[in-house]
């Protein structure tokens, strides 16, 4: 089990990243145990750069929006929640 007590939003307010069709991601302590636990490796994508695949697999932090029409900045947003909450 990963570590409890936070969540992180990573993502851009275009509504993608790049060339693909995802704004971003949100993680927390268990999303590592849920892409293996769809038999995606964590550490195999982020050696090879691809995050996509990684969440494209453990289908549930990525964030995809659609385009917004907007392009304000990228949000990065971490959320810690005390320890029995």
């Excluded at 936070?6 to 268990?30: F, I, K, N, R, Y």
């Excluded at 550490?43 to 917004?68: P, V, W």
């Amino acid at each position: 089990a990963g570590v409890p007590g936070w969540v992180l939003l990573s993502g851009g307010t275009d509504g993608q990243d790049g060339p693909c069709d995802a704004a971003g991601a949100v993680v927390d302590g268990e999303t590592v145990a849920r892409g293996a636990s769809a038999g995606v490796s964590a550490q195999e994508c982020a050696a090879r750069f691809d995050s996509y695949g990684f969440f494209e697999r453990e289908t549930r932090g990525s964030l995809k929006t659609g385009l917004t029409g907007t392009n304000v900045m990228d949000l990065h947003l971490l959320f810690c929640f005390p320890e029995g909450e």
